[in-house]
């Protein structure tokens, strides 16, 4: 239904999957499958399915296979047992008429030995990132990592189509690959982590292989309309020696062109997070998502910092298809009612962000709607 007072709230088609709305709940890691198995639990699903009234959900990151992991009570999709415990979520969202992808990550060499019996973490060359991990025993510097071999990144590949097709089996919708600022796939694409001299690395194109070997590899399971992929391009801080250069725009530019013959369910674009001037992307500054919207001919979604009023600007003004919002779904379960009767948003609490079990997870509760129904009537729907 059209709505041209708050395009945010009309519906939208995705290939043969209909979004009720395009607000998108993004990604957001919650520290909850808080077993050894990291398993989902009947908690997220109740987390999730609070939620469904999104016109999509974006799972938290999910490791893709037992080498991915790198931070801590972060569930898994590489199991038998977490594809059981996926189930319960994907049933709760859809029995409330939710749509929900999960989203596949690999965190490379921003891993700590903690999580690997104390072996090496691997990234695409055997360069410190310079980074953090977040293990049971809090925070850790990164270490240099071990170096994949051409075997590790074809297995690594590998396993991403079986992670895709174990979303397949766990009822998802579909999947949306993590690639935003810090994880493997930036770290194959950025010169300071990846001196790799053979196909995977050297050259834009040799560094950006990976991406579309791993897109290639999902679409073997899924049709491409239900595969998305997220980047983070112009991420500054908390990116240790990642930080965007010369190559930065470029890079993308490459990646933009190619992956507009893919007919993905979306392109995912988080940022920008901080003032851009003076850096080797200054020239984002202005106009970031009008550039990526010049250099990809697919749909958009845009993600990072919008609020109700930005969201519903940048779809009127053609910028971009989709909004994603994160932070803001942790408090406002119901954030796409929130913004249909203009109510205001709650504010989540930090402290509970990635530990807490039910405190701060499930516990915000849905607006007061009474009077729901007159307001309605006024929000300019037609
Ligand atoms: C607690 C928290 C956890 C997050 N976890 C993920 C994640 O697992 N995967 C991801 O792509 N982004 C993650 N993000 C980033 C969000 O998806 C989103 O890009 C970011 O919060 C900016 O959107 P916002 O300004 O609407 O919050 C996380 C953000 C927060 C606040």
């Known amino acids: 239904m059209k709505n041209t007072a708050q395009p945010l709230l009309e519906e939208y088609q995705i290939g043969d999957l209909k979004l009720k709305n395009r607000v998108v709940m993004a990604s957001l890691t919650r520290g909850r499958a808080t077993n050894a198995g990291l398993v989902p639990t009947p908690l997220m699903a109740e987390y999730y399915a609070q939620r469904a009234s999104a016109g999509l959900i974006l799972s938290e990151g999910t490791w893709m296979n037992a080498q991915s992991i790198g931070f801590t009570n972060v569930p898994g999709i590489y199991t038998k047992e977490q594809v059981e415990g996926w189930k319960l979520v994907t049933k709760a969202v859809h029995d409330k008429a939710g749509l929900i992808f999960s989203q596949l990550g690999h965190i490379g060499s921003a891993s700590h030995p903690d999580f690997f019996n104390g072996e090496l973490p691997v990234g695409p060359s055997a360069i410190n990132p310079q980074t953090r991990s977040?293990?049971?025993e809090g925070f850790k510097d990164s270490l240099t990592p071990r170096e994949l071999s051409i075997a590790d990144i074809k297995r690594t590949i590998e396993d991403y189509r079986q992670?895709?097709?174990?979303?397949?089996?766990?009822?998802?919708?579909?999947?949306e690959v993590h690639a935003i600022a810090g994880m493997l796939i930036p770290q194959f694409l950025s010169a300071a982590t990846n001196q790799r001299?053979?196909?995977?690395?050297?050259?834009?194109?040799?560094?950006?292989r990976i991406v579309f070997d791993i897109l290639d590899a999902i679409t073997?399971?899924?049709d491409s309309s239900r595969v998305a992929i997220k980047f983070m391009p112009v991420a500054l801080s908390s990116v240790g020696i990642m930080t965007p250069d010369e190559e930065t725009i470029p890079t993308f530019q490459y990646i933009l062109k190619k992956l507009s013959g893919y007919n993905l369910a979306f392109l995912h674009i988080a940022g920008p997070a901080e003032d851009l001037t003076g850096t080797a992307v200054e020239a984002l500054q202005d106009n970031y998502f009008s550039h990526f919207r010049r250099n990809y001919s697919g749909r958009l979604m845009a993600n990072l910092g919008f609020t109700q009023e930005s969201g519903n600007a940048i779809l009127k003004e053609g910028t971009a298809d989709l909004v994603s919002f994160g932070a803001a779904f942790i408090a406002n379960p119901d954030l796409a009612e929130r913004f249909e009767h203009h109510l205001p948003l709650s504010e989540s609490d930090r402290d509970t962000y990635y530990a807490g079990g039910e405190k701060g997870y499930t516990d915000y509760s849905r607006a007061v709607y009474a009077d729901a129904g007159a307001q309605a009537g006024g929000t300019g729907q037609e």
């Open 220 to 222: 073997e399971v899924w």
């Open 163 to 175: 992670a895709a097709q174990n979303a397949k089996d766990a009822g998802f919708d579909g999947v």
């Open 197 to 208: 001299t053979d196909e995977y690395g050297g050259s834009i194109e040799k560094r950006a």
């Open 134 to 136: 977040f293990t049971p």
